[in-house]
């Protein structure tokens, strides 16, 4: 007991400190009992070193919360028991994986632009008026139709759009059918509410990232490679001369962002990210659509379906390719709870035996749609005109639709999401848990892209060089895909802890948000 007083006294006295570090002959006591002894060395170590644990608990702590954060989510051990426990996905998980291997091929093609010329499709010749030239440019086996689906981006914004009102549809039709106005409204002015939020908050810490990241010179590093592309070079962020200037330009350029008023097609593109023009059409569309099915709630199925039609007819002629995918989506939707309904509505025993013939006649048909659609969303992004196959399409494409390249393509993203809601076998293969993980980090993957290929890509990818022999382009192009490889895990990453730390927040804020303004 003399012992611990003393330890005690004198952790207050810093002159005694020392003293507790001599060594000292233990008495009879402490020699006979171990527990004794024991405590009297941790309490000596327990004076020594109790003043410098505690910082280094709390770096230790910070260290550790650090590496969860930048740790991929499939690569965290915890991960492995949560994946036990199976949860049923819900109906509309295809379209997760839809819309995540669209902004995977969004990516690849923003790597490839300025490096390779991927706007031609196979066999094209511009430059020719008869399109059975002998000259053998853009012959490339990458270039056939449905293989260049591969990395062609453009036709991929028709598909995430396609399943953007396909999502924001399925609920509330569900509700009109069953006639639950009040749950409807709720509904609805849930969605109104949060989607703005929904999509403008993680693109704000998106593009201050930019800035921060062009503070850092990162994007003045890689002026010269974006200045000297080829083929398509991108808008590069312009790096400012201090911090308060890049802040006030990200500040104004945020303004043109969501700028909602603004109903021409590009509306709110910035220069900071371009990859971004979507995210203001996915709210002014998504505004448009909410709006049609207030108007439609109460009408019969058939009728509703009707005013959709006549709706994207109606934008068809007017050049919406923009909106027109938003109302497919609505009307495929609507099909598809007809389709699944069917069976689950009616008693099993006064359900129909289907004919083997008629399943395979569906099952062909629904296939044939499938490649129909892969076909048209293969439409090249220019010299339509000049391309086998593509010239007699391009001669139906509508005299007031300006986006010529985005008119069969639109037709194809609709077709290829009605088909893919149709076959069984598909809609169990994009359940695949990669893919659903693809699915997951659609959106944060592509926010991030740019500024990730804008800095690191622009870095690492080789420059295309000036002199293309066959030895050289080979060589080239095998530096290219080691760098790209490396760019896509770079971007696969970056995005999974923006999911995480940004993305995921922004939802949860907005709920919070919701939660707080609006009357239960």
Known sequence: MSVHSSSSRSSTDDSHVGLLNEKRPLDDQERTSGLAT????????????????????????????????????????????????????????????????????????????????????????????????????NREFLRLPIVRLLYSGPPMVQIFFVISGYALSYKPLKLMRSGLSEKLMTTMTSSIFRRGMRLFLPCFASTFIVICLAQLNLYKMTEDFAENMRVLPEDHCYTQPNLWLQFVDWLQQMLIFVNVFDWSLYAGSVELDRHLWTIPVEFRCSMALFLTQMAVARMSTRLRISTFTLLIIWGVSWGRWDLCPFLAGAVIAELDIIWSSTSADLPTTTVPKTPRRRNLAANVIHCSTLLVSLF????????????????????????????????????????????????????????????????????????????????????????????????????????????????????IWAADVFLRVVDTPCVALTKKLERMLFVT
């Not at 839809?98 to 632009?113: E, K, N, P, S």
């Not at 439409?379 to 007699?392: E, I, S």
């Open 376 to 491: 048209l969303l293969s439409y090249p992004d220019a010299a339509g005109h000049a391309t086998p196959g593509y010239v007699t399409l391009t001669k139906l494409i509508p005299s007031g639709f300006t986006e010529m390249h985005r008119f069969w393509p639109t037709i194809g993203a609709i077709l290829i999401i009605w088909s893919l809601s149709r076959i069984d076998f598909l809609r169990r293969v994009l359940c695949w848990s990669p893919l659903q993980y693809l699915g997951k980090i659609s959106f944060p993957l592509y926010v991030m892209h740019g500024p990730i290929i804008h800095t690191f890509g622009y870095l690492i990818l080789p420059k295309t060089p000036k002199v293309e022999t066959p030895e050289i382009m080979r060589q080239f192009e095998f530096e290219f895909l080691k760098s790209s490889i490396l760019v896509v895990f770079t971007v």
């Open 38 to 137: 024991w405590s009297t060395v941790a309490t000596r170590n327990e004076v020594v070193t109790s003043r410098p644990c505690l910082p280094l608990r709390q770096l230790g702590r910070i260290f550790k919360h650090s590496l969860y954060i930048l740790l991929p989510t499939f690569l965290q051990p915890y991960r492995h028991n949560a994946l036990e426990k199976f949860e049923p996905l819900p109906p509309t998980a295809f379209l997760d994986s839809c819309r995540g291997l669209a902004a995977f091929v969004v990516m690849l093609t923003h790597i490839l632009y300025g490096t390779f010329n991927i706007t031609y499709a196979w066999g094209a010749n511009p430059e020719s008026s008869s399109r059975y030239s002998d000259q053998q440019a």
